[in-house]
């Protein structure tokens, strides 16, 4: 193991506080990994979207994923016209294999599926008996905690981004969460495609979860997280773009083991709505128009792990 020496020398007399920001490399997904270390699941959305999500044969075969080198794309089908009454757009949701629990996930991204209709999304929960054992979204729009009853956020917290609810219990907020909007320039969309992406992180802790982005070529992005580190130090990483405490929600409670989920949905629950979407109509929009998703695609260098 190695660390800075002041935090070695610091490390003699506050072990357990000075050693809590070092992390060692556990899961390295990149390129082909992805297909042994995640499933692609074939379920309905429980968002429901205008979407089809298809297993891994399926995706391959469609070039829906495709992994080679450094490179995963995850895709939506941008060929077919759909009939209304028949299933959604063809695409892809990923699920890792492993489940965490106190860890740092960083996610090196190239491109995220942008376009009309699109929601994707790059978080973590349990699928089963949800959101009993939380939820983080991550990226790319909002940095949100989903839980069961009695989890609320301070108003006054130590993060650059701009909380929109402090409720985290999905049925006291009507299921929004407690989100955080991140104020650094090009996080998602276009913009962030443009400049080649950058890097998302959280850090989860039974003390506090935090989420960060750095642009690509911010200088300021720390070295170990942008190079991939076997060890990473995240008290040098400055202040989150969100920072989630445990101080009115025991998150060792309102969290368990999660799994990592990369999707890519269309509509539903809320880019269908019309507020977001721009008006009533986001389904047909899909079903008729597609080559508006040829944007509407992943492409991940890697999503490292560290625990
Ligand atoms: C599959 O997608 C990749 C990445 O976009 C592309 O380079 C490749 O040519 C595609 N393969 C086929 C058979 O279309």
């Known amino acids: 193991m190695h660390f800075p020496f002041t935090l070695a020398v610091a490390a003699a007399s506050v ?13 390295n997904h990149v390129g082909s990994d992805f297909l042994s270390s995640f499933v692609h699941e074939a379920i309905a959305d429980p968002t429901h979207g205008r979407v089809n999500y298809v297993d891994q044969a399926t995706a391959i075969a469609q070039n829906l994923t495709y992994a080679s080198g450094n490179t995963l794309i995850l895709r939506a089908d941008s060929k077919a016209t759909l009939d209304p009454s028949g299933p959604g757009r063809n695409s892809v949701r990923i699920r890792s294999q492993k489940t ?6 960083v996610f090196d991204i190239a491109h995220m599926p942008e376009g009309c209709g699109t929601w994707p999304a790059a978080w973590e929960t349990a699928e089963t008996g949800w959101p009993d054992l939380g939820e983080v979204d991550i990226s790319p729009n909002a940095m949100t905690l989903h839980t069961n009853a009695n989890c ?4 006054s917290r130590a993060q650059t981004g701009n909380p929109t609810s402090n409720v985290c219990d999905i049925v006291a907020s009507g299921n929004t969460g407690c989100g955080v909007q991140s104020t650094t320039p090009n996080s998602f969309g276009p913009p962030f495609n443009a400049i080649g992406g950058g ?3 959280m850090e989860r802790t039974n003390s506090f979860i935090k989420v960060w982005f750095w642009q690509r070529s911010d200088g300021s992005t720390p070295g170990d997280l942008k190079g991939g580190a076997s060890s990473i130090n995240t008290d040098a990483w400055g202040t989150p773009n969100a ?13 368990g083991p999660n799994n990592i989920i990369i999707d890519l949905t269309f509509c539903g629950d809320w880019a269908g709505i019309p507020s977001i979407f721009n008006g009533a109509g986001c389904a047909a929009f899909v079903n008729q128009n597609p080559s508006a998703f040829a944007n509407a695609f992943w492409q991940i260098n890697a999503v490292r792990v560290y625990t």
């Open 15 to 27: 072990a357990p506080t000075a050693l809590a920001a070092t992390y060692s490399l556990s899961d």
């Open 100 to 105: 965490y629990t106190t860890h740092v996930t």
């Open 152 to 155: 609320n956020m301070p108003a």
């Open 199 to 201: 890097f998302y992180a």
């Open 243 to 255: 920072l989630f405490p445990n101080t009115d929600c025991d998150l060792a409670s309102h969290f």
